[in-house]
């Protein structure tokens, strides 16, 4: 199975880390672990991938977008090397941390850099700063509005930022109590979905510098320690 060809395309850096997508980074996480060889290819426009978001793998000349798709595909060739060694219960509970992770937690994520106004300024400099002034405030506003809707129409833009921040936390609670006795979600090892929501806490607590998110996952510092050690477990880190 190491004679696969894979490409992963990703984002690149910004605010502190090595790529701004945890959705890559759990993807290197994962092919690490599996001892699979892969070239990494830096892709700062995802309007370039096949489906408008990074990130995306070429696995010998299939296209694949979407980090879970490409997850299932890498279990299917490495003939469960992903999810086989988990009880079909330990999958179930590892996919529902995942989708509170990605699915959740994320979105307060993405709004603490995008939807804060003191946090602005840095998404403008590591994002837009190529943009000519004239130019980069129309662009940059107009960018920011769509994100705002999304955040809406997502349902956590329609709450305060008092509830917003006690979702945060109710979700990093749960994701703390979680962790295994033996220091990971599922065992004494990581697996997919210890990467999935390592790859998130990456990009809340290395994140460069500190958004009102950081600040309150501060306070969780089990959790801290978890998203290290999973990142040291493969030798791969959302800082730079």
């Known amino acids: 199975m ?10 690149g850096g910004a605010f502190g880390m ?6 890559c980074l759990k993807l290197e996480m994962l092919l690490k672990s599996l001892n699979l060889p892969y070239e990494l290819v830096i892709e700062p426009d995802p309007r370039k991938a096949p489906k408008g978001k990074m990130p995306y793998a070429v696995i010998d000349g299939e296209v694949l977008a979407d980090s879970e798709i490409i997850v299932a595909r890498l279990d299917e060739l490495t003939q469960g090397g992903v ?12 996919l529902a ?24 300024p ?8 190529i943009i000519p002034l004239p130019l980069r405030g129309i662009v940059t506003a107009m960018i920011r509005r769509k994100m705002r809707l999304t955040y809406e129409y997502q349902g956590l833009g329609l709450h305060s930022p008092a ?10 609670q749960a994701l703390q109590d979680a ?62």
């Not at 090595?18 to 959705?23: A, G, H, I, K, L």
């Not at 990605?102 to 850099?113: D, G, N, T």
């Not at 090892?189 to 210890?194: F, G, S």
């Open 83 to 94: 999810t086989g060694k988990l009880t079909a219960r330990e999958n179930g509970q590892g």
């Open 163 to 172: 509830e917003q921040q006690g979702f945060a936390r109710r979700d990093l």
């Open 18 to 23: 090595r790529s701004v997508s945890p959705f």
């Open 122 to 129: 840095n998404v403008v400099r590591d994002f837009f700063g």
């Open 97 to 120: 941390l995942t989708r509170l992770a990605e699915e959740h937690l994320y979105w307060i994520m993405v709004a603490a850099r995008w939807l804060d106004d003191a946090w602005w």
């Open 179 to 240: 962790i295994s006795e033996a220091g990971f979600l599922l065992g004494e090892a990581p697996c997919i979905y210890d990467f999935a929501v390592a790859a998130i806490l990456a990009g809340i607590y290395d994140n460069q510098p500190p958004t009102f998110l950081t600040h309150i996952a501060n306070e969780f510092t089990e959790l801290k320690a978890y998203t290290d050690r999973v990142q040291e477990s493969v030798d791969v880190y959302g800082r730079k």
């Open 2 to 11: 190491s004679g696969l060809n894979i490409k992963l395309y990703t984002l």
